[in-house]
C-alpha cells in the first residue's frame, strides 16, 4: 500500500471551510509544541501566510512571541527559520505590542557559546531593524561581534550592521569611525572590505557624516583600483548620493568620467546602472502595444538635478561606443555592443526630461546624431531603442509648451518608426527565435502607437502601413497588429473604415479555417476572429450596418468556439452594437454547467436585447409600422428588470457583482423616467387643464398650476432624473477601482439624467438651476466615450433654440414638451457602450475591518452598564476600537491608490416598544444617536483607530427602560485617494450594544454579565 502523507496544518486546498485566526493559530501552537522537529518546521513555515491573511496586531504579536521562545529555546536549524518568518514578515513587524519581551526572548541567545546561534541572533535582529532601531543593547552586541574571531559571526555583525545603519541615525553615527577604521585598517582582509563598504551607503542622516563618507569612498577608488573593489564603491556613492540629493551632479560626473575611461566592461556596466538609478522614473512599458494613459510613470524622476551638459556628454559616449562596436569582430567590440545597448536603455529613460531636450532640439546634437544611425542599425534591438528614444522626446515635445514651437522633425521620426516596423514585420518568417521577433514587433508598434496618440494627423498613415502589413500576415503577429490598430482605432472615429473591406476579408478566411484545425492552431485562430470582430466594431461605431457586414459577423458568431463567441458579445455591449450581442449570448445561455454563469448570460443577453430595441430596433416587413418611442421604452424597461433580477441571481458571497447591478438598476430607472415623460407628452392633448386651475393656481401662488396636472407630473418626471443622477453619482463613488474610460461612461450618464432634470425644470419651475456642464477632453476621450458625449452634444443642441433665453412669462406648450421628448429620444436612439468595469477589474482593493470589543457569543449584544439610578440619565460610555487591513490585487495602485480612510461611527437607538409617552425632562429622551468621523492613514497597508462613544439610556413607560437600552453600532470607511477623493468603497461593520441600568431593578443577572464585559474591557 503505497503511504500517503497526513498533513496537520490544513490549507483548505480541498473545500473544507474556512478557518478563523484564533482556530488557525491554536493549531500552529500544537505544532511548535510537538516533540518532532518536522513539525515544529512546518508550523513555522506557515506564519508569514497566517500574517497576510490575518494581519491584525494582537494575532502578529502573540505570534512572534511564541516564536520568539522557539528561537530561544530551539535549536539552530529552528532559529533558521525563525529568521526566515521575520525577514518575510518585515512589513507587520511593526504591529508587536511587546516589543520589549520580544527582543529580550531573541537576545539572550547572544550570550551562547556556539558562534553559528549567536550569527543567527544578529541577522534575525538586523530583519527586525525597523521596529528597535536605537536598542542600545544591540548596538553594543553588533560593535562587538565585528571584533569576534570566527567569521561566520563577523558575517552576520556585517548584515546586521547594514540593516541598522538604515535605520537609527545614532548607530550610524556611532559606527561611522569604526567602519571607517576597519575598512582603511591593514588587518583586515580584502573580502571583509567588500562587505563593510556597502555599509557606508547608509551614513547619509546628516551633511557632515555623508560628507566624510563620500571622502572616504572617494579614497578608496584610487587606492583599491581592483574591479571588484570599484563596483562596490560606485555603488555606495551612488546610494548615498540618491539619499542626499546634493551630491547628485558630482555624482553623475564621476561616472561618466568611469564610464568613458574605464575599459573594463564590469565598470562600465557597473557606472550605466548608476546613471539609470539616478535618472529615476520609468520606461513607460516600452514592451507594451498599447501605451499608458497617462504617459508616464508615478515614480520621481532625479534627471533635472544632473549638471548642464550631462545629457550631451552621454549622447558623446554613446557615439563613442557605437564606433567601438562597429570594428571587427573582437571581444570589445562584444563589450561595446552590451554597453551602447545599456546606454541607449538609459537615453530612454532620460528621453521625458528637460534636459534631453534641451540636448535634443538644436542643430548637430549629439542626441539626434546617435540615434540617426542607431535607427537604421543591423541590430534591431538597438534600432529599436533609437526609435523610442525620438519617439518619446517627440512626444514630450507636443506636451511641452515651451518646447511645442520647436523645430522637431516629427514626419523624420515617423518615418524612422515605419521603417523598423517594415523591417521587423518582413523578419517573421525567416527569424529562427518567433518570440524574440515578436517582442520587436510589439516595440515597433509601441512607438508608432503612441505617435498617433500624440499626433493624431498620423493615425490614416500608420492605419494604412499596419492594414497592408495585416493583409500579408500570417501566425501569431496578426494578434499584434490588430490590438495595436484597437488602440489607434480608439482615438479617432472612422479611423479604421478604409480597412472595412480587408478586415471582412480575413474574418471570412478566418471563419473557415476554424473548422478543420488542431486544438492549438484553433486557439490562436480565434483569437484573431476575436480581435477582427473588435476592430469591426470600432470600424462601425456611429454607422449603419450594412447586409454585407452583418452576414459576416453573425456567420463568425455561428461558427466560433464558445470562449470566443463570448468575447465577441462582450466586445459588442463595449462599443454599442446589441443586436450582435445579443444574437451571441442566446447561443451562449444553455451551454454553460454553472447557474451562476447562466443567470451572467442571460442578464447580459435581457441587456443588449433592450438596448437593441431602442437603437436599433427590428422591423419584421415592411408593412409594419416601427415601435413607437413609448413602446420601445416600456420593452427595454422591462428587459432590464429581468437582467437585475438575473444579476442578483448570479450573485454569490465570494463574487458579489454590486457595480453591474447597480448599473443596470440606475439604466432601467433612467428608462422609467423616459417613459412617464413620453406618457405626459401623449396626455397633455388628451386632458386639457381643469376650469378651476386658474383659482388654484392663484391661490397658491404658482402660476404654473394654471396648466393643470401638467406642472406637477413635469416637475414628478424632474424629480425622478435627478433620483436616477444620484443613483449615478453613488455608482461612480464606490467604483474605486474602475478604470478612467468606465468613470467616465458613469459622469456622461448622470449627465444625461441632469440634462433632461434641468430642461424640465426649465419650463415647470418658476426658478430653476442652470446645466451642469460635464468637462471631458476630446484629446484623452476614449472612442466610445466620445460617441456618448456627441449624443449629449446633439441632445443639447435640440432644445438650445427654445431655452435660448429666460422668458419674463413661463408657459407650458406642446412645443416644449415635444422637444422634451425629442431630446429623450436622441439620447435613448444613441447605442449604449458597456463600461470596461462591467467586464473587467483591473486593479482590485478592499479594505478589512475588525472591531472589538466583540461579544462572547455570535450574534450577541456587547452590555455595558449605564448610571441611570436616581432619576438620572447618564448612561455609560464605550472604546471602541476599529483595525483594518488594505487589501490589494495583482496590481496595485494602477488607477488610484488609498492614501487615507474615512472611519465614520454612528451609533442608533432599537426601539423594541413604541413609547406613548416621553418625559421632557428626561435628558436624551429623543433620538440619542451620535455620528464620530476620524482620517486615518495606512501604515503598510494597516490602519488603526479608536472612538469613544455615550450610549445614554432610553426612557420608558414613566420612566427609563426596565430592560434597558439596545444600540447598533456602524462602522463604515471609505477610501481617500491621492487627490484627496472620497470614495464610498466600505466596507460596513454592525455592532449590538446593549445599555442597562446599574441602578435599576431588572439588572440582575444581566447586570452581572454587563460588569464582566466592561471588567474585560
Known sequence: MIGVRVNAFNENGLGEPEKDANSAMTELDKGLRSGRVGEQCEAIVRFPRLFEKFPFPILINSSLLKLADVFRVGNNFLRVWVLRVCQQSEKHLDKILNVDEFVRRIFSVIHSNDPVARALTLLTLGSVAGVIPERQQVHHGIRRSLDSRDAVEVEAAIQAALQFAAQSKTFALSMCNKISDMIQGLSTPADMKLRLIPVLQHMHHDTATAAMVRHLCLQLLPSYPAEEFVLVTLNALTQLASATLVDVPVQVSLLLKHLSMDPRGAVGTAALGGLLQLSGGNEGGGSSTVPKADGGSKEGSLAHLWPDGAVGELAAITMNLYSASSVPPSSSRTTSGRLLSRALTLLCRLSSSAAALQSFLYPESPLLDICMKCCYSTDVVLASKAVRVMTKIVCKCNQDEWARGQTVIVDC?????????????????????????????????????????????????????????????????????????????????????????????????????????????????????????????????????????????????????????????????????????????????EQVSSEHLHFWLVALREMSAGEALLSSPVIVSPDCKPPTLLSRLSMANAHYAKAVAALKATSTPAHGLQFQLEWARARGEFLQAASQLCLLAASLVTAPPPAIAATLAHSSRDELLCYGHVTLQLRKCAKEFRACSDLYWKLYQSAFDADPSSLANIQILQQMCVLMATNIERISLNSSMSEAVLDLSWQQCSLETQHLLSSIQEASAVGRHLFRRDRETKVITQLLVECLVKQVEVLTDTALCFPRFFFQVLQSTSVKLAISPQPRVPGESVFVMGSGGGGGNTGSQLALKVEGVVQHGRRPGLFRRVASLLLTVSTAPVHLRPTSAVDPSIKGGGDAGMVLSQIVTPHRDFFAAQFLLAFPLQPGQGGLAPGGTQYVVSVEACAIDEEGDVWRTGPRATLSVKVHDEGGGGAGGAGKAGGNARSRN
Open 413 to 589: 521620426v515617423a518615418d524612422k518608426a515605419e521603417s523598423l516596423f517594415l523591417y521587423v514585420a518582413c523578419q517573421d518568417g525567416t527569424n529562427k527565435n518567433p518570440e524574440r521577433n515578436k517582442m520587436y514587433v510589439k516595440q515597433s508598434l509601441y512607438c508608432l502607437v503612441t505617435l498617433a496618440r500624440s499626433h493624431r494627423k498620423l493615425c490614416p498613415r500608420f492605419v494604412d502601413l499596419i492594414g497592408s502589413q495585416l493583409e500579408i500576415c500570417e501566425g501569431p503577429n496578426v494578434v499584434l497588429l490588430c490590438e495595436a490598430l484597437g488602440a489607434i482605432g480608439g482615438f479617432q472615429v472612422g479611423a479604421l473604415l478604409p480597412l472595412l473591406p480587408l478586415l471582412l476579408l480575413k474574418l471570412r478566411t478566418s471563419t473557415y479555417s476554424l473548422l478543420n484545425l488542431p486544438p492549438a492552431v484553433k486557439r490562436l485562430h480565434s483569437n484573431t476572429v476575436t480581435m477582427l470582430c473588435t476592430l469591426v466594431f470600432q470600424t462601425m461605431i456611429g454607422y449603419e450596418w450594412t447586409d454585407d457586414v452583418f452576414g459576416v459577423v453573425k456567420e463568425v458568431i455561428e461558427k466560433a468556439p464558445l470562449w470566443a463567441t463570448y468575447r465577441i458579445a462582450r466586445s459588442s455591449a463595449r462599443y454599442g452594437h446589441h443586436r450582435i450581442g445579443s444574437l451571441a449570448l442566446c447561443r451562449l445561455v
